[in-house]
């Protein structure tokens, strides 16, 4: 079991904490614990890519689930998978591979944004392009699925051709997916744009779901048979882990990652009936499987997969090296992911169901909040000070806590008190003098039109990096930046967009209660 000791009482907490910030100023800080093995994944995943390539006669369609680069929801659950593993994986392969973009036209009509960048659909393309180009992969092309006879969709292909970019476009076909003898057809899949692609490894991937990647996978299926030409199709998606338990924290951890969707993870029926063995998966790829049977038959008259399941590529189970690791660090996902719903929620989102759905996830993992040992800590604080806190767990287990006062928010405050202690600097000493802090309230309220005094993260690192330059324990509290990252902090309010950019900035894991600032 990966489960944590009972929760102490709030004084013993706080008392503690104090502990920590005065009496462990020798010890050396320790590494982030490690549960994935990275290199492993690079050398197996890459190798069984190879294998399926090979299955189907040199030309594999590959439909990527998820993020290429920045997964940084696999790297929280995984502790030692690099946001950009598969990206390096595929750098194995760079010779072999293109990559194909899928955007939806009804997503570029509607100038849907990611949320996690702020950026349209449209401008995400060419960010996913430029990205992928940098890193000397081959971008083939554009495909704009779902095509309607759409001006912005129209736009943004005058676009591409003016960037030099090659687009092509698949049309809505009635009754899809369920049609099968009509998609099957040169009604169908055959009234799409032919993709030219000329390697024989296809990455299909897009800026976000719902864009017809698996559509498109499937019409070059149907188109490149016509030519002759017998390629094959595979799905390469991190999540659910399929050889990992149903209830498994990693597994958890997914569903409420995608608590917004309402993904649920399933035993895959197909795989059990087939092979004997449970294999996870989840709803959408089963519901869909018997259509997708259907498909590959009036493709090539037979599916060459027996289950969902088998159509994934996926090797990261393999590469767990320590259970407990990647259990803890699932556990603490779940409760992040709990926090950004209600945080959404006390922000006017209308997402009571993701809310609601997290915390039946809560019930499976046997955890509550106090699972998170900086949210107690940090509603220890709060409790003792009266006023707003916030608390960081270091990489040795230390609880560093602050709270709000007249001349630093919370979360300054604990940036400074956590650098003084990993520099060994005396808690009491104080970095940035009044004298330099109250300018610059001045300029925030009577010159910005501020209404909150108390210097956010961001002014208190430009203060320190200016006096770092003559005074060498600002400099030392400076250096021990590097060191938060992977760090797990938690605030008893939400917090400004800045500090929130700041702690992203610095790596850590940020929660905040669901407590608009006043």
């Known amino acids: 079991m990966c489960r944590r000791s009972g929760n102490k009482s ?16 020798s010890k050396k800080q320790e590494m982030k614990k490690i549960g994935f093995d990275n290199e492993k994944y690079l050398k197996i995943q890459s190798e069984h890519i190879r294998e399926r390539i090979a299955k189907f006669n040199g030309k594999l369609y590959l439909e990527l689930g998820g993020k290429l680069f920045d997964d940084h929801h696999a790297s929280r659950v995984l502790p030692g998978f690099k946001p950009d593993s598969k990206l390096c994986m595929f750098a194995q392969l760079r010779d072999q591979l293109e990559i194909v973009i899928v955007v939806s036209a009804e997503d570029i009509e509607k100038n849907k944004v990611r949320a996690d960048l702020g950026i349209t659909y449209d401008e995400d393309v060419l960010r996913l392009r430029d990205e992928f180009q940098c890193r000397d992969f081959m971008v083939g092309s554009v495909v704009i699925t779902h095509y309607n006879g759409q001006h912005a969709a129209d736009l943004f292909r005058h676009r591409l051709e003016r960037l030099g970019i090659k687009s092509y476009v698949h049309y809505l076909i009635d009754g899809y997916p369920h049609s099968v003898k009509l998609i099957a057809s040169d009604e169908g899949f055959g009234k799409n744009d032919y993709v030219e692609t000329s390697r024989e490894l296809v990455i299909v991937t897009a800026p976000g779901p719902g864009s017809g990647k698996m559509a498109v996978c499937l019409s070059q299926l149907y188109n490149e048979n016509k030519r002759g030409i017998r390629a094959g199709y595979a799905k390469f998606e991190t999540f659910p882990v399929w050889n990992l338990p149903l209830k498994h924290p990693v597994n958890i951890a997914y569903e ?48 060459p997969y027996k289950s969902p399941t088998d159509m994934g590529v996926n090797m990261v189970g393999f590469c767990i090296s320590d259970d407990e690791v990647c259990c803890n660090a699932s556990r603490d996902e779940i409760i992040r992911r709990y926090y950004d719903a209600t945080n959404k929620l006390a922000d006017g989102a209308d997402n009571e169901s993701e809310v609601n759905k997290i915390l039946m996830l809560f019930n499976q993992a046997k955890i509550t909040t106090a699972y998170r040992r900086v949210t107690v800590a940090a509603a220890a604080k709060q409790e003792l000070s009266g006023l707003t806190a916030a608390a960081i767990e ?53 010159y910005l039109g501020g209404k909150n005094p108390r210097l956010h993260t961001d002014e208190v690192l430009v203060a320190l990096s200016v006096l770092s330059k003559d005074d060498e324990l600002c400099r030392r509290a400076l250096e021990q930046l590097p060191n938060l990252r992977d760090c797990q902090v938690h605030s008893t309010v939400m917090l400004s967009e800045v500090d929130r950019k700041i702690f992203k900035k610095l790596g850590c894991g940020l929660t905040c209660d669901p407590v608009r600032k006043k």
Do not use: W
């Open 10 to 25: 709030l004084e013993n907490l706080e008392q503690a904490i104090i502990i920590c910030n005065f009496a462990r100023k």
């Open 256 to 303: 409420a990652a995608t608590a917004d969707l309402n993904d649920v993870n399933m035993i895959d029926p197909f795989h059990l009936e087939a092979y004997g063995s449970t294999a996870i998966n989840y709803n959408r790829d089963i519901e869909i499987f018997p259509v997708l049977n259907a498909l590959f038959e009036g493709i090539y008259g037979e599916n």
């Open 394 to 446: 270091l990489h040795d287990g230390t609880l560093i806590t602050a709270k709000s006062s007249p001349l630093l928010g919370c979360c300054a405050a604990l940036l400074l008190n956590a650098t003084k202690h990993l520099a060994g600097i005396d808690h009491e000493a104080k970095l940035i003098p009044q004298s330099m802090i109250e300018p610059i309230q001045k300029t925030k309220i009577e």
